[in-house]
């Protein structure tokens, strides 16, 4: 399966974006935010740069990459 680095972003209150790349896993990668209100820069390819929605709640949101094998890998994005 694919794994995301990095595996955990904290994001504090003046920083509004993270980059995340994919490795491992098979074919193209697909990019998904799962709970989170922000941004992907693009939703294919290795890497991603995911920008905060400037309401977003404090908390743990995620990051989802999925494969060409259907395959998922997760990270996790700490609004702070």
Known sequence: P???????????TNVVSTLFTASGGSGTYTWAIVGAHGFLDTYTGSTVV???????????????VTDGNAQTGTATVNIQ
Do not use: D, E, M, Q
């Open 50 to 64: 995911y920008t905060k929605n400037l309401i977003t709640t404090p908390g743990n949101y995620f990051i989802r």
């Open 2 to 12: 694919p794994v995301i680095n990095p595996s955990l972003a904290t994001l504090a």
